[in-house]
């Protein structure tokens, strides 16, 4: 290398060097400030992007909200009649401003949610199995200043519609947006009832049965409860979150023989299994698996005595995840294969199709909770009976409005609902239908014990057996009603026997000739074809089709023998004759 060449280099290198070092004083001429301010504007960036804000876009907005979207067939009669005239979900939804973010929507909730204060009266309720749930009551009573209070009963006369709430995982009647809607409710006149879980709003668990996302027997014992008790008063049911996932899969279910008049489901997650993916994929919305599970673990140890009998407390104790809880406890308690299996079977997605009474479902797009992907569409929209409405915001169960966040859109838009379907021809009325053979076993473990408080503010006041024999599930007869229908049918017998002479009675019964049994025969299959044509038409035509089908070789057999015989006979007569 030449001498110019080195010294190019060097000169080149000093440049270099002297270029940064110029860059460095330039730097170290900024005030602290300005670094403050820009590393501020870059968190801000990040974390509005991280908890999906969306105020610059209600701001450009000019705060007019967005749409609610409607899905539902385009011949139902349930949008037609009543839907059609709810004003609330036909309008726009906007967010509390400083609240426009589904996470801090869903946290707010949580952790304020501004409830309203009222006292429940409570009512514990024995169920069949030996289970213990709580049933806290606030009537439709209006006093001075709407201030409510809980009256002492309910006649059976009483024809002001009941709402039964069904609330979500680990969730009772003390949560804030349960409160929001039975306050709410009620202050409409109704009386709403909330059916707390297995195991939660202070009520020990008193058998090996614990609830999940999919058990819907409880339901079905409080709502056919509820319906013996108050035969007037029309049901009405709402369901949140898992509560709704339970909520729809009973109505699925049950199908025409529910005796709910309406619906509404709030926050499905609809498809358990989508749900268990989305909940693991990105860090927010592990922060919300983490929690939920705190939640479960919680409610666990509450139980350890049972859970740690039926289940893996070891594993319960080590659960990071809701899916780690399900294999743990779910499953081994609810006899589950997997946990797949259990998210499968009990996804209320496969059973809404199913829906045959009105039902209004309402969820938020950015749910972090409950993803957007579990929801169906196409089944809601293939059942006249459903009524899809979703949001573009709202979060989880969160749906606050108004400048203080006083309100949730999706109570108001729920009462409405409700108000205008009671006033319309389109309730589901059940059909009584009698299905002989079937009965409730009337020595059952409701009968056991005292289940019954009508106390103040939750104080438990047990009443004895006397009263629990009154309050067979369903509508199925009490105790005393079957006795004195057993007494009744003896005495007629009797009556009867003794009109009937004595040479009757000592008769010898007549003896069982071919004829006589044939015509028996023939008796016993025409009476039950006749039971098969009252139940339903259609299959006689399937039972026709399937005899047809099922004899058609014999049949033919002998036809193509006796025919075939026949023809051989004409044709040997013929070629005789000449």
Same mark, same amino acid.
């Given at each position: 290398m030449s001498f110019s060449e080195e010294s190019s280099s060097s000169s080149s290198s000093s440049l270099n060097g002297d270029a940064y070092a110029l860059l460095f004083n330039a730097l170290r001429l900024i005030p602290i400030s300005h670094y403050l301010l820009a590393l501020s504007l870059l968190f801000v960036i990040v974390i509005y992007n991280f908890l999906e804000f969306h105020f610059v876009e209600d701001l450009f907005s000019g705060f007019r909200g967005s749409p609610v979207r409607l899905t539902f067939n385009s011949s139902s009669p349930i949008y037609d009649g009543v839907v059609s005239k709810c004003k609330i979900v036909h309008g726009r939804y906007l967010v509390t401003p400083w609240l426009s973010s589904p996470h801090i929507q869903t946290a707010f909730l949580h952790f304020f949610g501004r409830p309203p204060c009222f006292s429940y009266r409570r009512q514990l309720f024995r169920l069949s199995d030996g289970g213990m749930i709580a049933l806290d009551w606030l009537m439709g009573s209006t006093g001075p200043g709407d201030v409510f209070h809980a009256n002492n009963f309910i006649s059976k006369d009483d024809t002001t519609p009941i709402a039964i709430v069904i609330p979500? /995982?680990?969730?009772?009647?003390?949560? #804030?947006?349960?409160?929001?809607?039975?306050?709410?409710t009620a202050k409409h006149g109704w009386n709403v009832v909330v059916s707390n879980h297995r195991g939660l709003g202070g009520v020990s668990i008193t058998s090996d049965c614990f609830y999940n996302a999919g058990w819907t027997e409880d339901a079905r014992e409080v709502i056919g409860y509820l319906?013996?008790? *108050?035969?007037?008063?029309?049901?009405?049911?709402?369901? @949140? #979150?898992?509560?709704?996932?339970?909520?729809?899969? $009973?109505?699925?279910e049950e199908g025409e023989k529910t005796p709910v008049a309406g619906a509404a489901a709030i926050c499905s997650p609809w498809d358990l299994l989508i749900g268990d993916r989305f909940i693991g994929r990105r860090l927010i919305q592990k922060l919300y698996d983490r929690? /939920?599970?705190?939640?479960?673990?919680?409610?666990?140890?509450?139980?350890?005595?049972? $859970?740690?009998?039926?289940? &893996?407390?070891?594993?319960?104790?080590?659960?990071?995840?809701?899916?780690?809880?399900?294999?743990?406890? !779910?499953?081994?308690?609810?006899?589950?294969? @997997?946990?797949?299996? *259990?998210?499968? &079977?009990?996804?209320?997605? @496969?059973?809404?199709?199913?829906?045959?009474?009105?039902?209004?479902?309402?969820?938020?797009?950015?749910?972090?909770?409950?993803?957007?992907?579990?929801?169906?569409?196409?089944?809601?929209? =293939? &059942?006249?009976?459903?009524? /899809?409405?979703? @949001?573009?915001?709202?979060?989880?169960?969160?749906?606050?409005?108004?400048?203080? =966040?006083?309100?949730?859109?999706?109570?108001?838009?729920?009462?409405?609902?409700?108000?205008?379907?009671?006033?319309?021809?389109?309730?589901?009325?059940?059909?009584?239908?009698?299905?002989?053979?079937?009965?409730?076993? !009337?020595?059952?473990?409701?009968?056991?014990?005292?289940?019954?408080?009508v106390s103040e503010d939750g104080m438990v006041a047990a009443v004895g057996n006397e009263q629990t024999r009154n309050s067979i599930v369903g509508d199925h007869q009490t105790n005393s009603e079957m006795v004195l229908d057993n007494e009744q049918d003896e005495q007629l017998t009797g009556a009867k026997s003794d009109a009937v002479p004595n040479t009757d009675r000592t008769c010898e019964p007549p003896a069982n000739t071919p004829d006589t049994e044939l015509r028996n025969l023939t008796a016993s299959v025409t009476s039950c074809l006749?039971?098969? #044509?009252?139940?339903?038409?259609?299959?006689?035509?399937?039972?026709?089709?399937? =005899?047809?089908?099922?004899?058609?070789?014999?049949?033919?057999?002998?036809?193509?023998?006796?025919?075939?015989?026949?023809?051989?006979?004409? /044709?040997?007569?013929?070629?005789t004759k000449r």
């Open positions: 979500g /995982l680990t969730s009772d009647s003390a949560a #804030s947006y349960i409160r929001h809607l039975v306050f709410n319906h013996h008790e *108050y035969p007037k008063a029309p049901l009405f049911a709402i369901g @949140t #979150s898992i509560g709704a996932n339970i909520l729809v899969k $009973y109505l699925g929690a /939920l599970t705190i939640g479960l673990q919680d409610y666990a140890q509450l139980h350890e005595p049972r $859970y740690s009998r039926l289940a &893996n407390w070891e594993g319960i104790k080590k659960s990071r995840s809701i899916r780690d809880f399900d294999s743990h406890a !779910t499953c081994l308690v609810g006899k589950f294969e @997997t946990v797949d299996t *259990y998210y499968r &079977n009990c996804s209320s997605s @496969t059973y809404v199709g199913n829906v045959s009474i009105p039902l209004l479902c309402i969820s938020s797009l950015d749910d972090p909770v409950c993803t957007v992907e579990a929801i169906p569409w196409d089944e809601c929209r =293939a &059942n006249k009976n459903v009524v /899809l409405a979703t @949001t573009w915001h709202g979060g989880h169960l969160a749906f606050f409005e108004g400048i203080t =966040a006083a309100g949730m859109w999706w109570v108001r838009a729920v009462n409405e609902y409700l108000g205008v379907l009671h006033s319309s021809p389109y309730m589901h009325v059940r059909k009584k239908v009698q299905e002989p053979g079937l009965h409730l076993s !009337t020595e059952s473990s409701i009968d056991q014990g005292p289940y019954l408080n006749n039971q098969l #044509s009252q139940r339903n038409k259609r299959s006689m035509w399937l039972l026709a089709y399937v =005899a047809i089908i099922t004899t058609w070789p014999l049949v033919g057999s002998a036809l193509r023998y006796i025919f075939g015989k026949k023809r051989k006979n004409v /044709l040997s007569a013929t070629l």
